[in-house]
């Protein structure tokens, strides 16, 4: 194979999961050359990647038919000889198929979302069964993707995600975290916020919870604390309840400064958001938190790929304190 094609067009925490397909192709067929079509989200994923040799970047939502066609165009005159369909959407499906490559591989949903796996069965060369159902168990999405490898030829996909860091970056997190801890003794901690702590009723204040229960738990500890955009209000209070000296807030990371902080954490605390897979592509063990809601499903699907983790599951608000002493526990057993 010489050239190759992926197509996954979601968030941060999807492209992530991709990072061991990379390796797999990579290792199996050491000159091919790695077309990755990404939003604009997951796209930074790549920034120092050696093993993309061109991105291409889209914003599926924001396309005009005229420009998903084009795209089409520009797929088929790029001559791919195997293209991955990670995303079960339509448009991706259609330049699949366009792409006039081979090997076609992506997901088959089954026979209960007929639409789609007709658009499978008439775009695809080989499909894998990977019925979507939120109500039952799943294989890990790192799995789906090599199984996906193995039809096409590439029996080991299945690695450790890696995430290639600058090393200005790298660089950059030590002197951003310069003074938070005196003792190189004492554990930090990762906290990242995000509007998940505050579903299901338990509230704006979770986050801030959480926050002062590791300190309470861990006298030594400091906490790195992370928010994306607009996600800082989880913590607005925090100044007035919690030892300065003992945390500091970042907001609005650039993606590799992000991964950098969370490189020099002992442990990362999350719900399930791509900050979860982010930790497991720079090696930090993670706890990771889901919501009751379809909690089989999510958390054997999308847990932290071969880094140490927990894994908790959420209750209904009225057991706050029994919820926050578990999540302390699980960090204490990773620290």
């Given at each position: 194979?010489?050239?190759?094609?992926?197509i996954?067009?979601?968030?941060?925490g999807?492209?992530l999961?991709?990072?061991?397909?990379?390796?797999?192709?990579?290792?199996?067929?050491p000159?091919?050359?790695?077309?990755?079509?990404?939003?604009p989200?997951?796209?930074s994923?790549f920034?120092?990647?050696p093993?993309?040799?061109?991105?291409?970047?889209?914003e599926?939502?924001?396309?005009?038919?005229?420009?998903?066609?084009?795209?089409g165009?520009?797929?088929r005159?790029a001559?791919?000889d195997?293209v991955f369909?990670?995303?079960?959407?339509?448009?991706?499906?259609?330049w699949?198929?366009?792409?006039?490559?081979?090997?076609?591989?992506?997901f088959?949903?089954?026979?209960?979302q007929?639409p789609?796996?007709l658009?499978?069965?008439l775009?695809?060369?080989?499909?894998?069964?990977?019925p979507n159902d939120?109500a039952?168990?799943s294989?890990?999405?790192?799995?789906?993707?090599?199984?996906?490898?193995?039809?096409?030829g590439c029996?080991?996909a299945?690695?450790?995600?890696?995430?290639?860091?600058?090393?200005?970056?790298?660089?950059?997190?030590?002197?951003?975290?310069?003074?938070?801890t005196?003792?190189?003794?004492?554990?930090?901690?990762?906290?990242?916020?995000?509007?998940?702590?505050?579903?299901e009723?338990w509230g704006?204040?979770?986050?801030?919870?959480?926050a002062r229960?590791l300190?309470?738990?861990?006298?030594?500890?400091?906490?790195?604390?992370?928010?994306?955009?607009g996600?800082?209000k989880?913590?607005?209070?925090?100044?007035?309840?919690?030892p300065?000296e003992?945390?500091?807030?970042?907001?609005r990371?650039?993606l590799?400064?992000?991964?950098?902080?969370?490189?020099?954490?002992?442990?990362?605390?999350?719900?399930d958001?791509?900050?979860?897979h982010?930790?497991?592509?720079?090696?930090t063990?993670?706890?990771?938190v889901?919501?009751?809601?379809?909690?089989?499903?999510?958390?054997?699907?999308w847990?932290?790929?071969?880094?140490?983790h927990?894994?908790?599951?959420?209750?209904?608000?009225?057991?706050?304190?029994?919820?926050y002493?578990?999540?302390?526990?699980?960090?204490?057993?990773?620290?």
């Open positions: 194979m010489n050239r190759i094609l992926i996954r067009l979601d968030g941060l999807d492209t999961l991709s990072l061991p397909l990379l390796d797999g192709l990579k290792h199996r067929w000159d091919c050359e790695i077309t990755y079509l990404a939003s989200r997951g796209a994923v920034d120092a990647d093993r993309v040799s061109h991105l291409w970047v889209h599926l939502a924001n396309m005009s038919r005229t420009q998903k066609c084009d795209l165009k520009r797929i005159a001559g791919f195997l369909c990670l995303n079960e959407k339509f448009w991706p499906a259609v699949t198929y366009m792409s006039n490559a081979t090997i076609r591989v992506g088959d949903p089954g026979w209960s007929l789609k796996t658009l499978r069965h775009t695809l060369t080989h499909r894998l069964p990977a939120p039952q168990a294989i890990h999405e790192v799995e789906r993707y090599a199984a996906l490898a193995g039809l096409a029996p080991d299945a690695g450790p995600m890696r995430l290639m860091l600058p090393p200005a970056t790298r660089a950059w997190a030590g002197t951003a975290l310069a003074g938070l005196p003792d190189p003794a004492a554990p930090l901690i990762g906290l990242h916020l995000s509007a998940k702590w505050t579903s009723g704006d204040g979770a986050c801030l919870t959480a229960s300190l309470d738990r861990f006298p030594q500890a400091r906490l790195a604390v992370t928010a994306g955009p996600e800082e989880f913590f607005e209070t925090a100044a007035a309840v919690l300065a003992r945390y500091r807030l970042f907001c990371l650039e590799m400064q992000w991964a950098a902080l969370i490189a020099r954490c002992r442990s990362l605390v999350s719900m958001t791509g900050a979860v982010l930790a497991a592509a720079v090696g063990p993670a706890a990771v889901f919501p009751e809601k379809n909690f089989v499903h999510a958390s054997s699907r847990s932290p790929w071969q880094v140490p927990r894994i908790l599951r959420r209750p209904a608000p009225g057991s706050r304190d029994e919820f002493a578990d999540l302390c526990a699980a960090v204490e057993e990773l620290l």
